[in-house]
């Protein structure tokens, strides 16, 4: 059973900084390409940035470029998002993703889901 862990969520202030982590468990961690996504209240689930299977290839929203950084650790199972510099508008249940594809742009479509982690930005 594949199982995708995130952790990292929390309430920040306008500006500051936030990692999340996802432990995946269940699956050969290193063949796929993994990604972030997050839906704030009352909007859809949407893209913030995947990777490919050993990192060569990265992928971000517009709205993260500069902000934000994914990465992974093969050895540990575990993809990264770096957030920095925080908005209020990056207030959503942030997702990691597995997909069935060592590479994965915005649009690819993502197989395996977490159970989501909470990013509350205050302004």
């Known amino acids: 059973q594949v199982q995708l862990l995130e952790s990292g969520g929390g309430l920040v202030q306008a500006g500051a900084s936030l990692r999340l982590s996802c432990e995946v468990s269940?699956?050969?961690?290193?063949?796929?390409?993994m990604g972030w996504f997050r839906q704030a209240p009352g909007k859809e689930r949407e893209f913030v940035s995947s990777i490919s299977w050993n990192g060569g290839a990265r992928y971000y929203a517009d709205s993260v470029k500069g902000r934000f950084t994914i990465s992974r650790d093969n050895a540990k199972n575990t993809v990264y998002l770096q957030m920095n510099s925080l908005k209020p508008e990056d207030t959503a249940v942030y997702y990691c993703?597995?997909?069935?594809?060592?590479?994965?742009?915005?649009?690819?479509?993502?197989?395996?889901w977490g159970q989501g982690t909470q990013v509350t930005v205050s302004s």
């Open positions: 993703a597995s997909y069935r594809s060592m590479t994965a742009t915005s649009t690819t479509e993502a197989v395996y």
């Open positions: 269940g699956r050969t961690f290193n063949a796929y390409a």
